[in-house]
């Protein structure tokens, strides 16, 4: 004789598959059972990939915007740093700085025959140093970076080249404000004189008159979005030369530290171990908008999605209703031949997060393909239709990033399982109330 091998299956499992399976006779049923199996699935693949993308924002903001915004930055107050190297030896023996650099910031114009741009911001950098704390010499796409170290060179934004039709080798013109104290030494020398008319236009003139320097491009560098527009660099030596200070003085250093997100706290504690009055900055204030905007859309989404999938599980509710006036009878003969009110509960809780589950597996498969893939497709959509998602003229980056974070997957995929679970309480507590002898007695 042989015997044929039996697994155990509970008696709930058994009655709940044959219950989804006979399901699909019932056109209306099927309908409703199929929607919200699509609908769970829907939110939960379209949840995954929008946190996929949130979370390639971040990283993108983490580790490319921040390579050239400073993490943090301590600037002077009334006085520039009297010995810059003393202070960067300092800070490098400080756990959490990587690495320091000086620098001193400036602003002016640049002009090229009639064309002028105004720069936002030019730095003075070691341009060793800086090498350190940015990885602007990465983005360098015409000249070069060490080029800085000779007399009268800059190196400016693709958007400032662009502007001015400039190119390696070029000579522009600088203006940059005078901060010679031209105001405090005619103060002195006409001290206790009695000032003619002209003599203070003549002084006025001076100090408005602005520092004027032909300088020499030897590098361009493609970052993207306004700092190729706003952002030059020279040497230390030249800036310290424009503003009169000795070779040691700075106005502050750049500081690169461990966690970009604790930024703000290293600065700070940095700031109070020091004997000098400095202003102290980071990321947060100039680049903090775009890391709280990335976090207000993943909580926003995330509600979103969630509200999405609470609607698409309540169709749970409305199928498993009908599922139990379908088989009230089935319910009653269960029930005169002993099943508890447990057992028949848990029936229709199965049957009902069957689409729950097969939703979130679909949906879960389907997102996390998506978001390993999104640049890729969004790419090939973009040459397809012929248009661009992100313009790298306005953002710091001109595509749309992706990293699947696996607790992100882990927690839609629980929050659905969740409300479809939620969605089958009620319904299956009202098949437990069906009384045998109300229905047999009808039949």
């Not at 910031?105 to 640049?110: D, P, Q, R, Y």
């Not at 200070?245 to 106005?251: D, H, I, S, V």
Request: charged share 15%; hydrophobic share 45%.
């Amino acid at each position: 004789m042989i015997k044929t091998a039996r697994f155990y299956r509970p008696l709930s499992l058994f009655l709940a598959m044959r219950y989804v399976r006979s399901r699909q006779g019932n056109g209306f049923s099927s309908f409703i059972s199929a929607s919200s199996t699509m609908g769970i699935g829907l939110g939960v693949m379209v949840l995954i990939i929008v946190l996929s993308a949130m979370n390639g924002f971040e990283r993108e903001l983490s580790q490319r915007l921040l390579s050239i915004v400073p993490h943090a930055e301590l600037i002077g107050v009334n006085e520039p740093l009297p010995d810059w190297r003393k202070s960067i030896k300092l800070l490098q023996n400080t756990p959490d700085v990587i690495a320091a650099a000086p620098v001193i910031k400036m602003s002016g114009m640049m002009q090229k025959g009639s064309q002028l741009k105004a720069i936002g911001e030019l730095r003075g950098v070691d341009v060793l140093l800086e090498t350190q704390v940015s990885s602007i010499s990465d983005f360098i796409i015409e000249g070069n970076w060490q080029a800085l170290t000779q007399e009268n060179t800059v190196v400016i934004g693709a958007g400032i080249a662009k502007k001015l039709s400039l190119k390696i080798g070029d000579k522009v013109q600088m203006f940059l404000p005078r901060t010679d104290g031209l105001l405090s030494k005619g103060g002195q020398q006409q001290s206790g004189q009695a000032q003619s008319k002209g003599q203070r236009q003549s002084i006025q003139q001076q100090i408005r008159a602005p520092m004027i320097r032909s300088m020499k491009v030897v590098g361009i560098f493609k970052f993207g979005g306004l700092i190729d527009d706003t952002l030059a660099y020279m040497s230390i030596e030249q800036a310290a030369n424009f503003i009169n200070y000795n070779e040691l003085q700075a106005q502050g250093v750049r500081l690169k530290v461990k966690d970009v997100f604790s930024a703000s706290k290293i600065a700070r504690d940095v700031a109070y171990t020091w004997d000098h009055y400095v202003y102290i900055l980071d990321w947060t204030r100039t680049q903090g908008p775009i890391y709280h905007d990335i976090q207000l859309v993943r909580m926003v989404m995330f509600i979103v999605m969630a509200l999405v999938i609470a609607v698409a599980s309540f169709n749970i509710v409305s199928t498993l209703i009908m599922a139990v006036n379908d088989k009230k009878s089935d319910i009653a003969i269960l029930k005169t031949m002993g099943a508890s009110r447990s057992l028949v509960m848990v029936t229709f809780m199965i049957q009902g997060l069957v689409n729950g589950v097969i939703g979130c597996a679909v949906g879960a498969l389907l997102g996390i393909y998506i978001s390993l893939n999104l640049t890729e497709i969004v790419l090939a959509m973009e040459s397809f239709f012929g248009t661009s998602v992100l313009s790298g003229d306005v953002y710091f980056i001109d595509f749309i990033p992706t990293y699947l974070h696996q607790p992100d997957v882990v927690v839609t995929v629980t929050t659905a399982l969740i409300m479809s679970l939620c969605a089958t309480l009620y319904p299956a507590w009202q098949a437990t109330k069906i009384e045998p002898a109300q229905v047999l007695g009808q039949v």
